[in-house]
């Protein structure tokens, strides 16, 4: 039996951004328009009373920020898309960086005032270091931003790959009157407001000139030669070498205001790649055995990215989050850790709507489904239905910063050290004990 067309509806994708970009923001707007909820939350969480669906953490609603990446899964126009929501400041860009192995592209958000900055600039290089295929969105046209001309320059350069436009701003701050897109041949008006609906803002055909220079006058004509300008500078698009992560196409629009993020969403459906094949490289009497797994090979197979303990405050659960990398996984499976050559036997498997859950009926190749564990299972584990399979490729880091915890109550040794530990799983922290000797 092929399972090739179920992996060809498979889309999954991380969104990476520097701090206040507007990333989970963004998340909450794609998830909105895909009919995943009906409501979006808000990020800064002080003052709202509905948080952000990916920002589960008391933490995250009280700082109004991204601490650990959250998986949502949606579906929009017959397609399973796999959302991964990434943390954006770099005291959790190693969980950031995990992530992005478990993806088939990326949707790189930029602040239009601030272009491209210090987080997005590290991310960006782990992408290319994969060729990881990236779509950019210039978020906050609403305000006061630089030229979007510089910006697209700037993204050019950072990337160290050129950029095709899909749509482009007519006007920016308070005179932001909308963007035009390219592939539709038409200008989308812009309007404010979080409640808006992408049926509720008007479409004008750019052959409607007469109508266009009424509503917009200079405003207009300027965005028309800019445009002009920017496609003549950059290449046709080659959708070829957007999936060889050679190309980015850019969108510009205020996901606060829900404006530009359908067309940002159609884009992940049409553009965005399915899931890919796989390298194992096994040891096998010290010789490595290298086999290319293909994502319609019946054979289950995945591998660990994530580890994440108490996501259930009323239950002392510990998920492994895997990326399903080949075949059909069915609830009951004999699963197998390939590191211990033990039998997994999960309490239960879920797929994710951030912290909420549901059992899996099914997941294939591309989806990311969680097992609950109380051990046996680390970072970077390999996990199949019984074929000797191991993938790499799950990078560990340097610390880059060093802290002493030392124990205010002796009493308490012990919970210190499992604490310790279950963030050493996680791979959030790294333990260095003194030697026993001194």
């Known amino acids: 039996m092929s399972y090739a067309p179920e992996t060809r509806r498979r889309r999954t994708f991380a969104i990476i951004s520097h701090p206040d970009a507007g990333k989970t923001t963004l998340t909450e707007k794609l998830l909105l328009f895909s ?78 005032a601030n272009g491209v900055e210090a987080q997005t600039r590290r991310l960006i290089e782990v992408c290319r270091q ?26 050019e350069r950072e990337l160290g790959m050129p950029c095709c436009p899909m749509t482009w701003p007519v006007g ?18 812009f ?38 300008l920017a496609v003549g500078a950059s290449p046709t698009w080659d959708h070829d070498a957007f999936l ?20 940002v969403l159609d884009a992940l459906v049409d553009m965005a790649p399915p899931p890919g094949p796989r390298v194992s490289t096994l040891q096998v009497n010290k010789q490595p055995v290298v086999k290319t797994i293909q994502p319609e090979d019946e054979g289950f197979a995945g591998v660990v990215f994530k580890v994440q303990a108490n996501m259930d405050a009323n239950h002392r659960d510990r998920i492994a989050f895997v990326r399903v990398a080949s075949g059909k996984y069915m609830p009951g499976m004999k699963l197998r850790v390939q590191r211990t050559a033990k039998e997994l036997r999960p309490t239960s498997v ?3 709507m951030s912290q909420r859950r549901e059992a899996v009926e099914e997941a294939y190749a591309g989806d990311i489904i969680g097992f609950t564990t109380h051990g046996g299972v680390q970072l970077g584990d390999t996990i199949t239905d019984g074929a000797s399979l191991q993938f790499t490729g799950l990078p560990f880091f340097a610390p880059e ?15 210190l050290q499992q604490g310790l530990a279950q963030l050493g799983e996680e791979g959030a922290i790294q333990v260095f004990k003194p030697d026993a000797g001194g």
């Open 35 to 112: 009919g995943a909820i009906q409501i979006a939350g808000a990020v800064k969480g002080r003052k709202a009373s509905r948080h952000a669906t990916s920002d589960w953490m008391e933490i995250e609603k009280q700082r109004g920020i991204s601490v650990a990446s959250s998986v949502m899964q949606m579906l929009y126009r017959e397609h399973v898309i796999n959302l991964l929501d990434t943390p954006g400041h770099k005291d959790f860009s190693e969980d950031t960086y995990r992530v992005l192995t478990a993806v088939d592209s990326a949707l790189m958000v930029i602040d239009a």
């Open 130 to 155: 994969r060729d990881t295929p990236i779509i950019t969105f210039v978020n906050k046209m609403d305000r006061e931003v630089r030229d979007p001309l510089d910006i697209m320059d700037e993204v």
């Open 172 to 189: 920016q701050g308070k005179a932001f009157g909308g963007i035009i897109n390219l592939r539709t041949k038409t200008m989308t008006v």
């Open 191 to 228: 309007e404010s407001g979080s409640e808006r609906r992408p049926q509720d803002f008007e479409a004008i055909p750019l052959s409607d000139e007469t109508t266009l220079r009424a509503r917009f006058g200079a405003e207009f004509d300027a965005a028309l030669e800019s445009m002009e």
């Open 244 to 263: 060889a992560g050679k190309l980015t196409p850019v969108f510009f629009g205020s996901g606060v205001n829900n404006f530009g993020v359908m067309e």
């Open 350 to 352: 879920v797929t994710f």
């Open 401 to 415: 910063m060093f802290m002493t915890v030392v124990l205010k109550n002796p009493l308490r040794t012990k919970q």
